[in-house]
């Protein structure tokens, strides 16, 4: 059941990596339907689909796609692995970071304050998110 969904992201990975972004976009979203058919509507490899997909849409500029995919992405992980854990610190980063590039500073502050204070609690003060 795994091994679906498994070919069908590492092809998107595959196509990702070579820059071939419109086939790692269509790649992703049908590695995102098979992992919710696959395994739930709540499931590790749904979020990290849902991660693919932002990183995929991020990179064609299409910000508002990628914003609602990272939020997908991230809500999983808080329901999957609670809200302190490293995947959430990594979804706070990546929804931070698009809002800098639209230059909403104020609602780029908090998601990093709080994936700070996430690496912090896991890692000790010195950690990064």
């Known amino acids: 059941m795994t091994d679906r969904w498994e070919d069908i992201n590492g092809r998107a990975i595959e196509h990702l990596r070579h820059e071939r972004y419109e086939e790692a976009l269509q790649e992703a979203l049908v590695a995102a339907a098979c992992a919710e058919s696959e395994f739930g509507a709540v499931h590790p490899n749904v979020a990290v689909s849902y991660h693919n997909l932002g990183e995929i849409h991020r990179l064609l500029g299409s910000r508002g796609q990628a914003e609602t995919s990272f939020g997908k992405s991230l809500s999983l992980y808080e329901a999957i692995n609670g809200p302190d ?27 990093l304050r709080r994936a700070l204070a996430i690496a912090e609690k896991s890692d000790g003060p010195t950690s990064a998110a």
Request: negative net charge; glycine residues 12%.
């Open 85 to 111: 854990s490293g995947e959430v610190a990594d979804g706070l980063v990546n929804l931070a970071a698009l809002d800098l590039e639209q230059g909403r500073l104020d609602q780029a502050e908090p998601k």
